[in-house]
């Protein structure tokens, strides 16, 4: 059976097309959370679950320190753990000092206006503040224009979230 269309089916069927709404690109959030994937686990802490004050006591060839969830805080809708009280207590009274840069998205990617994964275990602490990066790769990029890239990221925070 051979089915016709005619103009009335065709006029309706793309009226009805138009009158559809548009998708709209959800926001990024504000603080990354890796959604993990294939071969990794989805993150459900901050930052991985690493302690953000520690970094501040490490030299940069130290390793990260993995929180505790005996030591956790609610900070923009998202769990931060720390591995003492100490450090909680830290962030608690200066989230803003401690947290990551761009939310934790990758430096190098900020400054060239992309979002990309920040890697808790690529990392380096410049005028106080906490960045990480995607990988050691982008992270000696980032380093070689580290004042240029970090005026450039910062024009493009947060207004880069809009994009999702």
């Known amino acids: 059976m051979m089915h016709t269309i005619t103009r ?28 993990g994937g294939v071969f990794a686990k989805a993150w459900t802490h901050a930052v991985g679950g690493y302690d953000t004050v520690a970094y501040h006591d490490l030299s940069s060839d130290d390793a990260p320190v993995i929180g505790s969830e005996d030591y ?15 450090n909680l207590d830290a962030f608690r009274n200066d989230p803003d000092r401690y947290r990551p840069q761009y939310g934790g998205y990758c430096a190098w990617a900020m400054a060239r206006n992309k979002l990309a994964k920040g890697d808790p275990e690529v990392w380096h602490i410049a005028g106080g503040k906490l960045y990480l990066n995607v990988s050691p790769r982008y992270k000696r990029e980032w380093l070689a224009e580290i004042d240029r890239d ?10 880069i979230l809009e994009r999702g």
């Open 72 to 86: 956790a805080t609610e900070y923009k809708g998202v769990v931060w753990l720390f591995a003492s009280q100490e």
């Open 8 to 35: 009335r089916m065709f006029v309706a069927t793309g009226v009805a097309a138009v009158a559809l709404p548009t998708p709209t690109f959800a926001k990024a959030p504000e603080i990354y959370m890796d959604g």
């Open 150 to 159: 970090i005026a450039r990221a910062d024009a493009n925070w947060p207004a």
